[in-house]
Nanobody, 118 residues
Framework: QVQLVESGGGLVQAGGSLRLSCAAS????????MSWYRQAPGKQREFVAV???????NYADSVKGRFTISRNIAKNTVYLQMNSLKPEDTAVYHC????????????WGQGTQVTVSS
């Protein structure tokens, strides 16, 4: 059974930092593409960052230079370090796994709330 469990969200003042974690189980983590998405109230879910099986990364323009995605293969965990947070970063952040081999498919975590106060 595939599970993605996010943690690390919370309330922070503008300019502050948070680190989100997503612990994966039931997948071959090291070859999966892991992403972070976010969804603000009343808005569509949007892409934030991705790290693929070769550890290549990519970011949404809105977070470049402020957020960093990384992974720990030994812990089957992907991280999102968020610095210089802005009120517009407020959203529920979801972890996504795109798994190329059985159990092949796309999987989502339940999300973790990030609230940035001004």
């Amino acid at each position: 059974q595939v599970q993605l469990v996010e943690s690390g969200g919370g309330l922070v003042q503008a300019g502050g930092s948070l680190r989100l974690s997503c612990a994966a189980s039931g997948i071959i983590f090291e070859i999966s593409t892991m992403s972070w998405y976010r969804q603000a109230p009343g808005k569509q879910r949007e892409f934030v960052a991705v790290i693929d099986g070769s550890a290549s990364t990519n970011y949404a323009d809105s977070v470049k230079g402020r957020f960093t995605i990384s992974r720990n293969i030994a812990k089957n965990t992907v991280y999102l370090q968020m610095n210089s947070l802005k009120p517009e970063d407020t959203a529920v952040y979801h972890c996504n796994a795109n798994v190329p081999v059985a159990p092949r498919g796309a999987y989502w975590g339940q999300g973790t709330q990030v609230t940035v106060s001004s």
